[in-house]
């Protein structure tokens, strides 16, 4: 799954190791030169780095132990808990990111200080556009690859941590941009409001980008169904898999960074003994699975003629 010189294929872990490495490189970078420069713009992009490079700590974390197999204590294994960590990130991007920003945008209004060596400021907010940038190119790929568009992605509301990572990192390059054109600004004009305007721009779309992620990250947590477009393709696989008469419930939840999780209801055929239910099942499951790849486990409740009989399928 990692990207070599043989394959364009890009990994979860790869997505997230750069982002956080880029996120690390700008909090370093912008502090040296917030230092010099006294800007707050630069002051913003360290506070967004200091943010994100958090944030990506976090999902990093969270990938790994969501990855854990299932133990006694939980059974279905901790696919959920990535959605924790998820929400975790969303705050940190609200705490240090914007409040942060925020503050020394109204400092900057309030105590305005001059930028001194300007060109330094510019060219180190320049390659935040570019290291950000980056970083952007690597997340769109992997969530193109995986599910044929970006529209596609978002509405799917699987892969968070890979979509939080690439709003953050989209945020970055956009608050450099409009830092950059501020700084510019400035140099032409000798006006201290861009410098401020522009940290203010910063905190103002750090603010919308966490309030989005804990969003998702509550849905996902709550157990967030699919689209409804997928649960009618489930619902008409078991429809169309003969045996089957009626589908008097179902439910098809992320179950896990990308997995999934099916409980149906079904009515069978009449005149179906065990080990002609027991192949259904079979067919049922590779069925579904051909239409959702993803899809974690199954579980069946099936009603036959004899009465309701509970049987579950868990998928492997």
Same mark, same amino acid.
């Given at each position: ?20 490495? +880029?996120?690390?490189?700008? +909090? ?31 999902? +990093? ?226 069925? +579904? ?28």
């Amino acid at each position: 799954m990692l990207v070599t010189t043989m394959s364009s294929e890009v990994s979860s872990r790869r997505v997230l190791l750069v982002s956080f490495l +880029v996120d690390v490189f700008d +909090v370093v970078s912008n502090l040296v030169v917030m230092l010099i420069t006294g800007s707050a713009v630069v002051f913003a992009e360290m506070a967004q780095g200091l943010a994100d490079s958090t944030g990506s700590a976090l999902l +990093v974390i969270g990938d790994r132990r969501s990855r854990r197999p299932a133990d006694a204590r939980h059974p279905f294994g901790y696919a959920r808990e990535a959605f924790f960590w998820a929400l975790l990130s969303a705050v940190a991007m609200l705490i240090f990111g914007a409040g942060l920003s925020a503050w020394r945008a109204y400092e900057q209004f309030i105590n305005p200080q001059a930028i001194e060596h300007t060109w330094l400021a510019m060219g180190v907010v320049a390659l935040a556009v570019l290291t950000n940038g980056y970083s952007v190119s690597l997340s769109l790929k992997k969530l193109v690859r995986e599910h044929g568009s970006l529209r596609r992605a978002f509405r799917w509301m699987s892969e968070p941590l890979i979509k939080s990572a690439l709003l953050r990192d989209a945020i970055g390059t956009f608050t450099s941009v409009v830092g950059l054109l501020a700084l510019i600004l400035y140099q032409l004009f000798d006006l201290i409001f861009f410098d401020a305007f522009g940290a203010l721009v910063a905190a103002v779309m750090m603010t919308a980008a966490s309030l989005i992620l804990m969003t998702q990250a509550r849905e996902l947590i709550a157990g967030r169904a699919l689209p409804e477009d997928k649960v009618a393709l489930v619902r008409r696989t078991f429809l169309s898999t003969p045996g089957v008469d009626a589908v008097n419930g179902l439910a098809a939840v992320h179950a896990g960074v990308s997995s999934i999780l099916i409980d149906v209801d079904l009515d069978l055929a009449e005149g179906l003994d065990t080990q002609q239910i027991e192949a259904l099942l079979d067919i049922l499951e590779e069925r +579904v699975r051909e239409s959702l790849p993803n899809t974690e486990r199954i579980r069946v409740e099936l009603n036959s003629p004899g009465g309701p009989r509970p049987l579950r399928r868990k998928g492997s």
